[in-house]
T-cell receptor, first 116, second 117 residues
Framework: AQKITQTQPGMFVQEKEAVTLDCTYD???????LFWYKQPSSGEMIFLIY??????QNATEGRYSLNFQKARKSANLVISASQLGDSAMYFCAMREGPNQGGKLIFGQGTELSVKP | GAGVSQTPSNKVTEKGKYVELRCDPI?????LYWYRQSLGQGPEFLIY????????DSGLPNDRFFAVRPEGSVSTLKIQRTERGDSAVYLCASSPGQGVAGANVLTFGAGSRLTVL
């Protein structure tokens, strides 16, 4: 079974609108972390946001927020007020266990295109 | 350095040849990771180092792949007898330390694109 599932291969959004990128995960470990990374065409992975499994509140970082629904095992990324520079691949990733540090399991990614 | 540096950025080689890919992590970062990203896929974990030792090499696909980090900073990923299926982007990342509570955010390099003809 896939540990991280991103069901949207590609998404389009109008500039200045909000967009939600879906991510579901599968783990039996009670302690885990969820990450979103952005990968522009240059290839470098850029960290966006993190949510710990025990965090009570949804994580937010500027225009990025993570809609964490633990019972549904989903960790959707919400980007508000989309900008042209947001066009990129977006990857959801999970760290299983408290001591796995940077050993991440990535999803297949969603390609976001922002239209002017 | 300011970021994670990877060289070469591009490498084209012939099937059966030996290849080395280098990673220079952020100064002071004790944890270093190698990932492999095939076309259209997310990155896959290969190996990580805490200091000089390989703490987890469970992602290395077979014994043709090997990595070292002799002085706890720069790391080299070595691939012997390359095969066409090894073609991918090899990403290196570093973080302040393994076993750090919380996010332990990885900073990635731009990757080394390997093409095996």
């Amino acid at each position: 079974a896939q540990k991280i599932t991103q069901t949207q291969p590609g998404m389009f959004v109008q500039e200045k609108e909000a967009v939600t990128l879906d991510c579901t995960y599968d783990t039996s470990d009670p302690s885990y972390g969820l990450f979103w990374y952005k990968q522009p065409s240059s290839g470098e992975m850029i960290f966006l946001i993190y949510q710990g499994s025990y965090d009570q509140q949804n994580a937010t970082e500027g225009r990025y927020s993570l809609n964490f629904q633990k019972a549904r095992k989903s960790a959707n990324l919400v980007i508000s007020a989309s900008q042209l520079g947001d066009s990129a691949m977006y990857f959801c990733a999970m760290r299983e266990g408290p001591n796995q540090g940077g050993k991440l399991i990535f999803g297949q990614g969603t390609e976001l295109s922002v239209k002017p | 350095g300011a970021g994670v540096s990877q060289t070469p950025s591009n490498k084209v080689t012939e099937k059966g040849k030996y290849v080395e890919l280098r990673c220079d992590p952020i100064s002071g970062h004790t944890a270093l990771y190698w990932y492999r990203q095939s076309l259209g896929q997310g990155p896959e974990f290969l190996i990580y180092f805490q200091g000089t030792g390989a703490a987890d090499d469970s992602g290395l696909p077979n014994d043709r792949f090997f990595a070292v980090r002799p002085e706890g900073s720069v790391s080299t990923l070595k691939i012997q007898r390359t095969e066409r299926g090894d073609s991918a982007v090899y990403l290196c990342a570093s973080s302040p330390g393994q076993g750090v509570a919380g996010a332990n955010v990885l900073t990635f390099g731009a990757g080394s694109r390997l093409t095996v003809l």
